[in-house]
């Protein structure tokens, strides 16, 4: 028996709005994942704390406020200093193609989904990271 | 299985916690090495569960519990659960949102879990992941069940201490006594207290418990609650605290813990000799054979049913 692909929807920093988030884990869910979803303003190390504790396979952060280029490699720290550097990051909100290419260079995130984005494309995307690590 | 991680685990590692509360969930061998492995260390935590509908406030009433039990020094294990889509197999699982005081405290764990194929409102698998968090060394678990309503009897094998939570307009006293959920409860919340409605649904409450138990060791206590300001949180941990005081007294926390064990032990059974059953070769055989009968022949799944579990007498004579 196994467990269905857990996944952490994080809305760190000072936006308010988390109707994007929402939707997505909706749709994770009617894709047949598990979605831990812990509301607004979150700080860095609350969103890696949850994704320790839930032990997920996959952590996605939700950025509107523009502090993507501090938020996002934060989180990615946290979470290798807390043991988690296998466990992989994407991003959504509003992030400039730019920075999107250099979180993604960097290793900060695998991928980057900005508004718009069909959320089948999300789905397949996520179901592509776990069917190539088996 | 690894060593490492059960060092990390005995040394206090949350993600060594975590991780093995994910090998229980994944389930077969490595998930019963875990449970039978840890099984010593379990036993020392206080169960409490909390019950009621969905949006009598639990998760919020587990965070104003767990900041009252952390103040006095205890550590805290939340395990939440929330319910699978029966159509897409996915969940959302939100009850963290209202974990707002436990942030950053390493006193404090929280993990939710989905219902996936369990009938039950708090599945044995959850109360497995609170097995581990026992394990862990924590003080006090809170379990939380889904808020379906009806289906929560279950919780009562897990906790020592159930907490049924109420609200003004969740009813009718008529409605939880079809539930179930008045035979369940040890401590009794009306929250969101502050609506109107509430002093005269607390009464009809008190009087409907004042009838079924009467002079009872135990007579489940009402405690009216306003859970995100934090009233009458402070009564509801005495109230809590009180069963505890009575059960250990009477002897009756051995035989909540005896329950449990009874409960979980024919649980672990049925699931073995259902497998052992439908991965018969030999019952699938028949099984196949006698099918085609009902199909065709007209035989009754009733019959069919009995020619099937006289089959397994069959095969063991055969052996």
Sequence with gaps: MNRPIKILIAKPGLDGHDRGAKVVANALRDAGMEVVYTGLHQTPEMVVEAAVQEDVDLVSVSVLSGAHMTLMPKIRELMNEAGMESVRLIGGGIIPEKDAEELKEKGVVEEVFGPGTDTRDIVSFIEGLFESAG | MTDTLFGKFASGDPLAASRLMTRVERGGPDAEEVLRRLFPAMGRAYRVGLTGGTGSGKSTLADALTRRYRDDGLTVGVVAQDPTSPFSG??????????????????????????????????????????????????????????VGQL?????????????????????????????????????????????????????????????????????????????????????VRAVANHRTQLEAGGGLEERRRQGLRYRTRYLAEEKINGSFWGNPYIQRRFDGIFKRVVSDGLSPYEAADLLAASLRIDEKNQ
């Design chain 2, 90 to 147: 996915g969940a959302v699982l939100g009850d963290r949102i209202r974990m707002t005081g436990a942030a950053g405290d390493p006193g404090v764990f929280f993990r939710s879990i989905a219902s996936r194929g369990s009938q039950s409102g708090f599945s044995v698998l959850a109360d497995e992941l609170a097995d581990v968090l026992d394990a862990f060394g924590r003080d006090i678990i809170l379990l939380e069940t889904i808020g």
């Design chain 2, 152 to 236: 929560e009897y279950k919780i009562r094998y897990s906790a020592f201490t159930t907490v049924v939570v109420f609200t003004p307009e969740g009813g009718d006293e008529v409605q939880g006594l079809k539930s179930g959920l008045m035979e369940i409860g040890d401590v009794f919340v009306v929250n969101k207290s502050d609506r109107p409605g509430a002093d005269a649904f607390a009464a009809d409450l008190r009087s409907t418990l004042a009838f079924r138990y009467g002079n009872a060791a135990w007579s489940p206590p009402v405690v009216a609650t306003v859970a995100d300001r934090g009233d009458g949180v402070d009564e509801l």
